[in-house]
Every structure is written in structure tokens, then in C-alpha cells.
């Protein structure tokens, strides 16, 4: 039961943590002319003709400037603000409403990057209190400060205050995933942790597509959010809830079948006792002690976090190439909802290769593999552009972008398993958190209109054939223990790549006399 709750609220985080592309989405937009709607030929006489940044972009009418008095004797910006044609997405969205267009354009990469830092920021500083409060009140205190900062997100009135709260909306709703997932590890036996943790990714997955159609139905970001945030702290309120009642309900039943059965008294009393330990807090003197200089010596467990951390960052940073790799080179960007889907679906895709792989081949082998598959992607891409057809570019991008997202599910996955419990949630944090830096090229790349793409991929696709290199260092986490402590986990070391054969009867041995 605790394990199908923990599952629920990942479905409306998406809402949450997934929203970013549908608030920042620039339609197309002019400047606004007088009348309705302006006929082609008013626009034409009114708005300049601008060249396109692309290679293979011929260009198009200004979107930020016009011409004066409507004769073309000189353009000036829009004084009377824009109008948009929105085809996709949501019909109100920070973009459509602040009119961040064109001189105020550079805000929506600010609230892009703003928000990838408050998740950064949010599984650095509450993976660290989980270790140090508690799974459960880390959880409560990070759910609180969800429904607060969704509230001030859905009122602002200002760009500046609106990144400001999707700040801190986003450190907040990192620190419930980050504890929901590593509390749900901690609940599974070795040979479920794998089961559990790809329903909870496709759970995810459905929260991103269920996230799609709200924002149809809706057509404003102040709705979107504000379902989201009252649907998650619904659900993790109910979750709590349930954990604090649990333990009366359990004792009531049990007492009311000894009233029936004396035979039960002593089965009664162990699975009160049993559901005591669980449900009470344990004593400080019996937490784990956390030995900071023994943590800083701790040669092997800072290696796995190097490479995980390492994998993560470039997982998570190319991604960003393979979906815009076709607008780049050919300067005909997909639509919106291609884009979306095929990063959703690749997501869901990517968790059903991890269940079905991962348990008969090792965690190791298929992070292998998974790298592998996205540096020979980027290889292809990059060396053999000028030859692919339209068709070779898309199934090499989306084998790109499924390997991907392969390797960053898998790393997460990897690194909660082989840290020991004192410092789960800072070593998961930290690699979530190095995931983000990844991303952050992203709206980067954005800011420049993409420029240099070319040789931001060359560098993640050299980083990404040093990665699988270095997960060669890796141990073996299949079907094994979580570890508890410091020095359970630096027994966690990479198993032998071959073997060496042993005789059960040596040639020289010295025969038994008996025999």
C-alpha cells in the first residue's frame, strides 16, 4: 500500500516539473495594426521583410518591427504591443500575456535556466535533509513548501516575481520526488526495486501526456498550475494521512480478533510490536553515525559518484541535441507537439527496455550499452549529415534521444542502489543535481539561437564516448542488499572483467595415499 501512494503523486508532478516547454512557447506574432484582424495584404504593406538566422530559412515578415505611418519610409518597434497567432499549446502562457518578445525575449531563457537551478538547488539541499531529518519530514516540509509556492507562482502579477516563485516552486517539488523516490527504493526487496521504480517512470510518463491534454482543455498556464499543484499536495496529503492513521486502524482490527479468537492473542501482540518499529520515529542514538573524515576517504564511493554524476550530465545535455538536431541543420523546426510526444514517448520507451534488460544483464552492461548507442548516434549524425536523407535523421535522432534517456534513468536508478543509506539522498541529489547542469545548456543554446550547435554536440558526443569508458569502473548493483553504511558501501567495487581459470585437479598434485 505504502508503495502504490508513493506512486500516485509522481502522475501530477509532472505538472509541475514537466510544465516548463508549455509556459515559455513562443508562437508566431506581429506587431499589432489597427482593425480585427488585418488581411495579408495589410500585413505585407505594414511590416518589413526580415531575413531568416538559419541556413535554409528564407525569412519572413518582422516580428518586431513595422513600418512607420504604414509608408516604408523607415520602421520603428511596436509601441501598441503584439498580436499572436497560437496554433499550439497553450492559448495564455507567460510569453502571450507579459508580451516577452523581442526585447524582452531574453526573460523566458532567464525563467528556463531560473528553473532548472531551483531543481539543482532543491536535490542538493533536500537530499542532504533527508539523510539528515528523515525521509518522512523532508517529504512533509517539501510538500508544504510545494502548495505555497504553486499558490504564489498562480497570482503573480510580474515576470520578476514569477521567476522568483517557480524558483522556489521548483527547489520544492525536487525535494518530494527526490524523497519519494528514494523512500520507495528503500521499500522494495532487490528483486522488486527495479518493477517499482519503471511503474513509477511510467507513471511519470502518463502525468506528462495527462499534462498535455489539460493544457487543451484549460488554454491557461495560471489553470495548469494551479491543478497541478492542488492535485499533487492532494494525493501526498492523503499519503501522509495514511501513514499517521495506519497504526491505530491496525490495532483496532488486531485487538477486536482477539476478542474472538484467544488462540491470536500472541500473533497479535508480534505484528503490534513489528508495526510499532515501524511506525515510530527511531531514537537519535540509533541513526547511523555519519563520520565526515571516513566520508572524505571514502576513495570508492566518491569514484561511483564521479562517473554516475559524470554519465548524468552528459544523458541529460545531449538529449536537448537530438530533438532540435533536424531544425538545425535543415532550418525547418518540427512542430511543438512532435517535439513534446517524441520526448514523452521516448521516455516511456526507455523505461521498458531498462525492465526488460536490466535485471538479465546488470546495471553496468546496459549503461554500457546505452551510451554506446548515443555516442555512435551523435557519430553518425555529426560525420554523415551532409549524406542522410530527411528519414536517416530522424531514426538516428530518436535513437539518440532514447538512449539518452536510457542512460539518465538508468544512473539514478544505479546510484540510489549502490550508496549506503546515510548518504542515499546526497548521492542521488548530487547526481540528479549534475543531470541539471547538463540541461542548462538547453535555454542556453536558446538565448543564441542556436548558434554553435554544431560544435556543442561534437564536445557532449566526445564526452559521452569518455563516459562509457568510465563506466567500466562501475560495480554490480543486480538483486544485491541496499548498503547501510560507509563501509558497506565502499565494498561496492567493479567486479573482475575475466576471470581466471582454476583446475579442480592440478596436474602435479600429490596423490592420496589412502586413495
Known amino acids: 500500500m505504502l508503495i502504490c501512494l508513493s506512486l500516485l503523486p509522481n502522475l501530477f508532478l509532472a505538472f509541475l516539473l514537466s510544465s516548463d516547454p508549455l509556459l515559455t512557447l513562443a508562437s508566431p506574432h506581429h506587431c499589432r495594426l489597427p ?237 503490534v510490536v513489528v508495526i510499532a518499529e515501524l511506525d515510530s520515529e527511531p531514537s537519535p542514538s540509533t541513526y547511523p553515525h555519519l563520520s565526515f573524515p ?68 546488470g546495471r553496468r552492461g546496459i549503461l554500457l550499452l546505452a551510451m554506446t548507442m548515443t555516442g555512435l548516434a551523435s557519430l553518425i549524425l555529426l560525420g554523415l549529415v551532409e549524406y542522410l536523407s530527411e528519414t536517416a535523421i530522424t531514426v538516428f535522432s530518436v535513437m539518440g534521444l532514447f538512449s539518452s534517456q536510457a542512460a539518465a534513468s538508468l544512473c539514478v536508478l544505479f546510484t540510489a542502489e549502490i550508496m549506503p543509506t546515510i548518504i542515499r539522498g546526497s548521492g542521488v541529489g548530487t547526481v540528479l543535481a549534475l543531470g541539471c547542469v547538463g540541461r542548462l545548456t538547453s535555454p542556453l543554446m536558446d538565448l543564441r539561437n542556436h548558434y554553435g550547435y554544431f560544435l556543442h554536440h561534437v564536445v557532449y558526443s566526445t564526452l559521452a564516448l569518455l563516459a562509457v569508458l568510465s563506466i567500466l569502473l562501475l560495480p554490480e548493483s543486480k538483486r544485491k542488499p541496499l548498503p547501510q553504511t560507509l563501509a558497506d558501501g565502499e565494498q561496492y567495487r567493479r567486479p573482475p572483467l575475466g576471470r581466471r581459470r582454476r583446475d579442480n585437479v592440478p596436474l602435479l598434485a600429490t596423490p592420496n595415499p589412502e586413495t
Open 35 to 271: 482593425g480585427p484582424s488585418p488581411a495579408p495584404q495589410v500585413l505585407n504593406a505594414s511590416l518589413p521583410w526580415e531575413k531568416g538566422g538559419r541556413v535554409g530559412d528564407s525569412g519572413g515578415l518582422s516580428q518586431c518591427k513595422q513600418y512607420i505611418n504604414g509608408t516604408q519610409s523607415g520602421v520603428e518597434n511596436c509601441d501598441a504591443g503584439w498580436d499572436y497567432n497560437v496554433t499550439e499549446g497553450l492559448r495564455i502562457n507567460i510569453v502571450t500575456e507579459w508580451d516577452l518578445v523581442c526585447g524582452q525575449y531574453w526573460l523566458v531563457p532567464v525563467e528556463e535556466v531560473s528553473f532548472i537551478l531551483g531543481v539543482l538547488t532543491g536535490c542538493l539541499g533536500l537530499g542532504f535533509a533527508a539523510d539528515r531529518l528523515g525521509r518522512l519530514k523532508t517529504l512533509l516540509t517539501s510538500l508544504t513548501l510545494s502548495v505555497v509556492f504553486g499558490v504564489l507562482v498562480c497570482v503573480s502579477t510580474s515576470p520578476p516575481i514569477f521567476i522568483v516563485m517557480r524558483f522556489c516552486l521548483a527547489a520544492a517539488s525536487a525535494g518530494v520526488y527526490l524523497t519519494l523516490y528514494i523512500t520507495r527504493l528503500e521499500l522494495c526487496d532487490p528483486s522488486l526495486r527495479l518493477l517499482v521504480t519503471m511503474v513509477a517512470g511510467l507513471t511519470t510518463v502518463s502525468g506528462e501526456l495527462l499534462l498535455l491534454g489539460v493544457a487543451l482543455s484549460c488554454q491557461s498556464w495560471r489553470g495548469l498550475l494551479g491543478r497541478g499543484t492542488t492535485r499533487a499536495s492532494q494525493v501526498c496529503g492523503n499519503h501522509v494521512v495514511f501513514l499517521c492513521r495506519s497504526f491505530h486502524e491496525t490495532c483496532c482490527l488486531l485487538f477486536e480478533n482477539v476478542s474472538a479468537d484467544a488462540s491470536n492473542v500472541t500473533w497479535c501482540c508480534d505484528i
Open 294 to 361: 571516513e566520508l572524505v576517504h571514502s576513495r570508492n564511493i566518491w569514484k561511483n559518484i564521479c562517473v554516475l554524476g559524470f554519465t548524468s550530465f552528459i544523458s541529460h545535455g545531449i538529449s536537448h541535441c537530438y530533438s532540435s538536431f533536424r531544425g538545425d541543420v535543415r532550418g525547418t523546426a518540427p512542430s511543438f507537439y512532435w517535439t513534446y510526444l517524441l520526448s514523452v514517448c521516448a521516455g516511456g520507451g526507455a523505461w521498458l527496455l531498462l525492465w526488460a534488460t536490466v535485471n538479465r544483464c
